[in-house]
C-alpha cells in the first residue's frame, strides 16, 4: 500500500499497468473482509437514495447499524461520470490509481463512459470492467442499485474515484448509528 503522500505525486505520472493486477481492491489481507459484503434482496432493511452531482454525493454522509443490510439507489444527476465506492480510505486511494487509468485509455472522458473498452483485455489478462460488487460507475443520467450488508464498525466511506472528484470532496462518511462503540477505535 502507498502512502497518501504518494497519491497525487502519481495523479501526475502514467501509471504502469501492473495497477491493474492488484486484484479485488477489498481483498488485501486475506481475511474477512470488515467492509462489509453483497447482501441480498430479500434482507434489505430500507433504501438510501443517493444522488451524484459535479462533485459531491447527496446526502454526505449515512448511518447505518453494524450488519445492517441496506439498498444504495443511487442516480448520476451531474453532467460527468462518477462512481460510488464503498471502502477505507486506503481502498479509495489504492482504487483512484486505477480509475487515472481508466481516464488515460479513454474508457472515462468527462461526461462519457466507454463500457466496450471497460472489457477488453489489456494484454495481462486483465481488463478494466468496474464489476466490483461494491461499487458501480455511472455515466450522466444513469441509475444502479448496490445492495450492501455492513459488517461490525469500520472505517468506511462512500467515494467516487474518479481522478480529482475525491480529491474536491465526493466522499461521505458511512456512520454507525448504535452497538458500534466498542470496536469505534479500530482506525
Ligand atoms: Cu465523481
Known sequence: ????????????????????GGGT???GHGHATPIGEPGLADDVSRTISLSMKDNYFEPEFVNVVPGETVRF???????????FNIGTPDMHEAHQEEMLMM?????????TLNRDMMKMDMGNGHTMEHDD???????????ADIIWTFSTQANLEFACNVPGHYQSGMYGD?????????Q???E
Do not use: C, F, W
Not at 502512502?3 to 491493474?20: E, P, Q
Not at 439507489?73 to 462512481?83: D, Q
Not at 458511512?174 to 462503540?181: F, K, N, P
Open 25 to 27: 481492491h477489498g481483498g
Open 184 to 186: 469505534a477505535r479500530a
Open 73 to 83: 439507489s443511487i442516480h448520476n444527476e451531474g453532467s460527468l461520470v462518477h462512481e
Open 1 to 20: 500500500m502507498k502512502s497518501s503522500k504518494l497519491i497525487v505525486a502519481a495523479a501526475t505520472m502514467a501509471v504502469s499497468m501492473t495497477a491493474l
Open 103 to 111: 481516464v488515460d485509455h479513454g474508457v472515462i472522458q468527462g461526461g
Open 133 to 143: 460488487p461494491n461499487s458501480v460507475l455511472l455515466a450522466p443520467g444513469e441509475s
Open 174 to 182: 458511512v456512520q454507525y448509528e448504535s452497538g458500534a462503540d466498542t
